[in-house]
């Protein structure tokens, strides 16, 4: 592990910011469920016309997939945040390699090398 102290803990404080926004981006549209990390979207009640029942179904498909992407990046920050307490953190998942420290400043929670996201 070739990464500094200071350069790990600046990445965690980070990391938690980025979690704590995603979750209250979730929290707009999304409940928590019972498994950690995990979300369901709301489906909003508008009106009960056929137009807003149509927005609504929109609304809805819109929110999921929103929901999907934004849990998977959550999902992402979570596991690297284990990953520091581990100290495995900036150690790519698949080669093994190290990250450099430009690669993870630009996503901290990249669990890949380039080469190897590349592939
Ligand atoms: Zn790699």
């Known amino acids: 592990m070739t990464l500094s102290k200071e350069f790990r803990d600046e990445m965690k404080a980070s990391m938690i910011a ?19 990390g995990e979300y369901e979207t709301r489906f909003e009640e508008i009106g009960t016309d056929r137009d807003d029942n149509a927005t609504e179904v929109e609304q809805y498909a819109d929110n999921i997939a929103l929901e999907e992407n934004l849990e998977g990046q959550l999902g992402d920050v979570t596991e690297a945040l284990v990953r520091i307490e581990n100290d495995t953190y900036g150690v790519c998942i698949t080669c093994g390699a190290d990250m450099e420290e430009g690669r993870l400043r630009a996503f901290p929670a990249a669990k890949e090398c380039m080469s190897c996201l590349k592939k």
């Open 18 to 36: 980025e979690k704590a926004r995603l979750e209250s981006e979730l929290g707009r549209f999304a409940d928590k469920t019972a498994v950690p």
